[in-house]
């Protein structure tokens, strides 16, 4: 068991950012991340909201968020975080390969990405149904494709897709869009894309892959079948806060309850970026959540001593 002063849970922007101020405060930390520096960020087409840059792709943002750790000289422990426990006044978590004793947790695991849960949908997961265009989009580039979704995760992937294929299907089950109305607009005026609103999908259908979707209208029970070589899904998230043993932390819908600081009402348990309940989940806000819980850590270390 490794004991160390600061256990950080998740190396997308708010992750990242804390690790940073605590790197520069001589803080003893360790940085851990399952997958890619960035996180979600890596799965967006485009960064077109976060000053001072006027448009970014969110690979190029993420890679930015890596050679800061490296200008940083800071080490990202790449392992699966499995389970984060209290003991005592410190916590114990445990990973796929190593388990730490520390002082404080910085959780910013973000959020998973749900699924429809209609017919034969897991059968084709992975085989023409995806939950990130960006990755998987040019497998099918030129062949018709559709999007669940209301939000902005939805339009952007849409309006990506329609650069390499003449034929978009963007299914809602609402009349009107949740994303922002600049993305709206853009989406509605693009040629390659058919919007369907509002109707929700039924049925998935196909041999070894995917290759046509049964969608229903809500308001006149219409069912119409749509070719389609891909469907991508963004249709909401869930927090990943399964592995928190003390669920006082959490709210009714699984995400984390912070203070202004960024505390929670246990004490050196720290959240920010997506897994926290919050009105917006953006990058802006996961960097400003990463800085003010570090500087929140600082003061409770010290508070220890």
């Known amino acids: 068991m490794k004991k160390i002063d600061v256990v950080i849970l998740g190396a997308g922007p708010a992750g990242v950012t804390c690790a940073i101020y ?30 001072p840059f006027k448009h970014i792709s969110g690979v190029d943002f993420a890679f930015a968020l890596y050679e800061d750790l490296l200008h940083n000289q800071i080490d990202v422990q790449f392992e699966e975080a499995k389970e984060v426990k209290r003991e005592n006044d410190d916590f114990i978590v445990t990973t796929d390969n190593e388990t730490y004793q520390c002082k ?7 959020t998973k990405d749900l699924h429809l849960n209609v017919l034969n949908e897991e059968k084709f997961l992975h085989k023409g149904i995806s939950n990130c265009a960006i990755c998987d989009g040019n497998l099918f580039k030129g062949q018709p494709m559709a999007v669940v979704g209301g939000g902005n995760s939805a339009l952007e992937e849409t309006l990506y897709l329609s650069k390499i294929t003449d034929k978009i299907y963007l299914i809602h089950r609402r009349n009107e869009f949740r994303g922002s109305a600049q993305y709206v607009s853009m989406v509605k005026s693009d040629p390659h894309v058919e919007i369907l609103t509002p109707y929700v999908i039924k049925e998935c259908h196909g041999e070894e892959k995917l290759s046509s979707l049964i969608v229903e209208n809500l308001e006149t029970k219409e069912l119409k079948t749509l070719n389609v070589a891909a469907l991508f899904e963004y249709v909401g998230a869930k927090p990943a ?10 709210n009714e819908k699984g ?16 959240a920010g970026g997506d897994v926290t309940d919050k009105k917006l989940r953006q990058i802006a806000v996961a960097i400003g959540d990463g800085a003010n819980a570090s500087q929140s850590i600082i003061d409770y270390l010290n508070s220890r001593k």
């Open 22 to 51: 605590l790197k520069r405060a001589n803080i003893d930390f360790v940085l851990i991340e399952k997958g890619s520096v960035g996180g979600k960020v890596n799965l967006t087409a485009d960064v077109d909201n976060y000053p």
């Open 241 to 250: 806060t399964d592995i928190i043993s003390f669920k006082e932390v959490l």
């Open 104 to 110: 404080t947790v910085f959780f910013a695991l973000g």
């Open 255 to 270: 995400y984390v309850k912070v203070k202004i600081d960024m505390s929670t009402d246990v004490p050196g348990f720290f």
